[in-house]
């Protein structure tokens, strides 16, 4: 009963959190600071080094920085993004976040969640009624090649040919490409893959890092093209 308790208590964490987002002006969305703050408090992340074990025995919460998170969002915002897909989505935290943020500033914004585990985002029946996310799994960026999304966040397999496989898949199609961890000292591959996008003259990339061997998340933004 114990597990279950603490399983409904996450739920109604991110439930307040979603509900927050609905609330807040978008004057204070696009404001890094205070996002920032919001983002802290919306659940268990990977600033809160408390938080770190409870994240994952219980299976919940968030796994990028809230300060990375929010100046990624932004960027999003100000992109107007309206559909977005997210590859290793895990628990769902951050699609749903993302979904209720962009529904701040779209009505028609749509998020698709993939991942490789059948077993993740356990709270998708509760949330897939109160926000547009369709679920994929088990599934990775082969199962969705070819369709195209506004932005795509790569944060799954980042290990060998996957993260060149997810950019080639569904990255390259998007106006907007994030990477989580390209700062992360345990992902060498993502990392140099990383490095060499950054050299594409047709994009424009940004790099948002609280730390400098953990974490991180890169955006490459596609150029518009002028005649």
């Known amino acids: 009963m114990l597990a279950a308790k603490k399983k409904s208590e996450?739920?109604?964490?991110?439930?307040?959190?979603?509900?927050?987002?609905?609330k807040l002006p978008k004057k204070t969305l696009l404001n890094t600071e205070s996002l920032t703050a919001f983002l802290?408090?919306?659940?268990?992340?990977l600033a809160n080094t408390a938080s770190t074990k409870e994240r994952k025995e219980a299976g919940t919460g968030f796994k990028?920085?809230?300060?990375?998170l929010a100046?990624?969002?932004?960027?999003?915002?100000?992109?107007?993004v309206q559909t977005f897909v997210e590859v290793g989505?895990?628990?769902?935290?951050?699609?749903?976040?993302?979904?209720?943020?962009?529904?701040?500033?779209?009505?028609?914004?749509?998020?698709?969640?993939?991942?490789?585990?059948?077993?993740?985002?356990?709270?998708?029946?509760?949330?897939?009624?109160?926000?547009?996310?369709?679920?994929l799994v088990p599934a990775t960026s082969e199962t969705i090649k070819g369709r195209v999304f506004d932005a795509c966040f790569i944060d799954g397999n980042h290990r060998g040919q996957w993260p060149?496989?997810?950019y080639d898949n569904v990255g390259k199609f998007s106006k907007v490409c994030m990477f989580h961890d390209i700062k992360n000292v345990n992902c060498k591959n993502l990392c140099d893959f990383w490095a060499a996008l950054k050299k594409d003259e047709n994009l424009i990339c940004e790099e948002f890092a609280c730390c400098s061997n953990m974490a991180g998340i890169g955006v490459a933004i596609k150029k518009y093209k002028t005649n």
Do not use: M
């Open 10 to 22: 996450y739920l109604n964490d991110l439930l307040n959190a979603i509900k927050t987002i609905e």
């Open 40 to 45: 802290y408090s919306a659940g268990p992340n």
């Open 64 to 68: 990028q920085h809230p300060r990375e």
């Open 71 to 80: 100046c990624a969002l932004i960027v999003l915002a100000k992109l107007n």
């Open 89 to 135: 989505t895990l628990w769902g935290w951050t699609a749903s976040l993302t979904a209720a943020y962009l529904l701040k500033f779209s009505k028609s914004a749509r998020v698709t969640a993939v991942d490789a585990d059948k077993n993740v985002f356990e709270f998708y029946s509760v949330i897939k009624n109160i926000l547009p996310i369709e679920l």
């Open 164 to 166: 060149k496989n997810d």
